[in-house]
């Protein structure tokens, strides 16, 4: 079966960075599929933050962090990436890799990782 498993949160100070990893094993077609992140505040709604191409070539992402995430991929590892720049106390959350989808909709992504923990303290 796939099996994603993230790694990287932890606890920083406003303003810091941190890249989460997201290891993808279970299947020989890494490179065919768009994959994405998300996040979960308690008592919220998990959230789209971004997803990029089978290819690596498209990204897209929630307008209120395009301009300090980045998404990215190595195919060769089987490793999708999120680097957060600047993080702010709002972005504490759990954090999850998500595959089979370049879409902003939970609902439409088959495979998902435990998460991984980041918060952020001011």
């Known amino acids: 079966q796939v099996q994603l498993v993230e790694s990287g949160g932890g606890l920083v100070q406003a303003g810091d960075s941190l890249r989460l990893s997201c290891a993808a094993s279970?299947?020989?077609?890494?490179?065919?599929?768009?994959m994405g992140w998300f996040r979960q505040a308690p008592g919220k709604e998990r959230e789209f933050v971004a997803a990029v191409s089978s290819s690596g070539a498209s990204t897209r992402y929630a307008g209120s962090l395009k301009d300090r995430f980045t998404i990215y991929r190595d195919n060769a590892k089987n490793m999708l990436y999120l680097r957060m720049n600047s993080l702010k106390p709002e972005d504490t959350a759990v954090y999850y890799c998500?595959?089979?989808?370049?879409?902003?909709?939970?609902?439409?992504?088959?495979?998902w990782g435990q998460g991984t923990q980041v918060t952020v303290s001011s």
């Open positions: 998500a595959s089979d989808s370049y879409s902003e909709y939970v609902g439409d992504y088959a495979y």
């Open positions: 279970g299947r020989p077609t890494f490179s065919r599929y768009a």
